[in-house]
C-alpha cells in the first residue's frame, strides 16, 4: 500500500484513516514538532548535506558535538557516526579482518553484521566445538541486541563455556535497542561486563528509535581511532552534519519520548492478557503475534501492523509496534481484539 504522508499513530489508506501499530520510529520523533523546529534550525546553520570525506582539511564541528553525545549516551568510551547502520557493520567487519581468526554468528543476525566467512555460533542448540578446543585465537562474535522475532537481549551465558586461550570481541547490533533499552534509553552495550570480552563494538542505525538517518559506530578509544583509519570511512561521506547536530540538541526531548513510550508498555504489561500465541515483554515495543492471519483480522478492524517477508524467512513476518505518540484510545483498541483472541481459545 502506498502512502503519501509519514504514518504516525494513524495512517490514511484509500482514504481512509487507520490506527498504525508499524514501522519503527518507537519514540515517534520523525513528526514531533520540536524534533523537526530543532532539525530546521541545524538545516539553517549546516545546510542538507555535505559531501566531504571525514578526513578532509575541514573539520565541522557538528560532528564532534554529536558524537560526544552519543558516546555519553551509550557509555562508550568514544562514538562515530556514518551515514547508515548498514555502513557501521561493514566498516567495522572491514576493520577487524586482519586483527580476526575466526567469526562467529548468530543464525538470525542482521546483514549489517554478516560476514561471509564466518562460523555459525550454535548448531541445533549446541555450541560450535571449535570455541570448547584449547588453541589460542582471536574471535569476533556477531549477534543483533535484540534477535528478530525475539522481545529480549541476547544471552550472552554461553560466554561461560569458551576456552580462556580465546581473545573475544564481541560486535552487538543496536539498531532495534539502542533508545529503547537500558539506563534512559543507552542501550545494551553499557549493561555487557563479561569478563571474558577483551573488546566489545557497538553498530547501530540511527533512523530507528533516534529518528535521523545515521548510523553509529561505539567502543573504545583506541578502536574508534582505528576506524577513522579505515579505507571505507576515509572515502565515504558523512552523516549529515545537520542531523548529528540534531542528535546532541535532542536530548531532553529523548528522555521526554523513553518516558513515554515505557508508560505507554506498562498500560499494555497492566491490561493485555497473557497469551502463549502473543510475545510481548513491557520493556520492549514491538508484539509478535503468532495468530493466523492477523495481518487481516487487523486490517478489517482499520489497524495497519507491520508485514512482509524478511531476508531470510519464507513466511509473512507479523509485527505490531507501540510507539511513544500511541494515545490510550489506540492502546485500548489493540488490547480489546488481542484479548478477544485470546478469549475466544480459553
Known sequence: MKVDKFPDRLIKVDNEKNLY????????????????????????RWGTAYGSSRNANIKLTAYEKGETFLAQFIQAEAALT??????????????????????????????????????????????????????????????????????????????????????????????HSLGILGENGSGVYASIKHPKIKRKVLVSSLGKAMGLSGG??????????????????????????????????SEKLYQKQIKKLKRNLAYLKTNLLANPNILFDENYPVIYPEIANINTILASKKIIITNFKYTSETDYLNRIIIT???????????IQILNEYQSEID
Open 21 to 44: 501499530f508499524g514501522g519503527t520510529a518507537y519514540l515517534g520523533l520523525p513528526p514531533n514538532k520540536k524534533f523537526k523546529k530543532i532539525l530546521y534550525k541545524n538545516i539553517e
Open 82 to 175: 556514518v551515514s547508515s547502520g548498514m555502513l557501521a557493520g561493514q566498516i567495522v567487519l572491514d576493520s577487524l579482518i586482519s586483527d580476526t581468526d575466526v567469526f562467529y554468528h548468530f543464525s538470525n543476525n542482521h546483514v549489517a553484521i554478516s560476514n561471509s566467512n564466518s562460523l555459525p555460533l550454535f548448531t541445533n542448540g549446541i555450541l560450535n566445538p571449535k570455541l570448547l578446543d584449547n588453541k589460542t585465537e582471536k574471535i569476533c562474535i556477531l549477534t543483533d541486541a535484540v534477535p528478530s522475532n525475539t522481545v529480549k537481549p541476547v544471552s550472552l551465558s554461553f560466554l561461560d563455556q569458551i576456552e580462556n586461550c580465546k581473545e573475544i570481541t564481541l560486535v552487538l547490533d543496536e539498531s
Open 216 to 249: 553509529v559506530i561505539a567502543s573504545d578509544s583506541d578502536f574508534i581511532s582505528t576506524i577513522k583509519s579505515n579505507a571505507i570511512f576515509v572515502s565515504s561521506a558523512g552523516m549529515n552534519p545537520a542531523f548529528v547536530s540534531t542528535l546532541a540538541d
Open 324 to 334: 511513544a505518540n500511541h494515545e490510550k484510545k489506540d492502546l485500548d483498541k489493540i
